[in-house]
Nanobody
Framework: EVQLVESGGGLVQPGGSLRLSCAASGFTFGSYDMTWVRQAPGKGPEWVST????????NYVDSVKGRFTISRDNAKKTMYLQMNSLKPEDTAVYYC????????WGQGTQVTVSS
């Protein structure tokens, strides 16, 4: 069974932090570049960050640079997104997938940044 399960979202005040996790199963996780994508209410999906298969290369959308850090633990078949200095504009459902988007999308995890 191929599966991606996002977790770690929640309600946080502006300036707060969250750590998202993406647990993978059913495929060779360490062979694939991975990505985080988010979708804000009423908007289309937005690419957030990508990490190479071995974790040595990362990149981010400009709006989160310096605030978010993507990482992965291939032994645990898990990818992470450390989110600091959160802003209301970060409110969205966050999804993970292969960079190609070739796997079925999971339910995502809701991040709400609000006072």
């Amino acid at each position: 069974e191929v599966q991606l399960v996002e977790s770690g979202g929640g309600l946080v005040q502006p300036g707060g932090s969250l750590r998202l996790s993406c647990a993978a199963s059913g495929f060779t996780f360490g062979s694939y570049d991975m990505t985080w994508v988010r979708q804000a209410p009423g908007k289309g999906p937005e690419w957030v960050s990508t990490i190479s298969s071995g974790g040595s290369s990362t990149n981010y959308v400009d709006s989160v640079k310096g605030r978010f850090t993507i990482s992965r633990d291939n032994a645990k078949k898990t990818m992470y997104l450390q989110m600091n200095s959160l802003k209301p504009e970060d409110t969205a459902v966050y999804y993970c997938n292969r960079r190609s988007g070739s796997l079925p999308w999971g339910q995502g995890t809701q991040v709400t940044v609000s006072s």
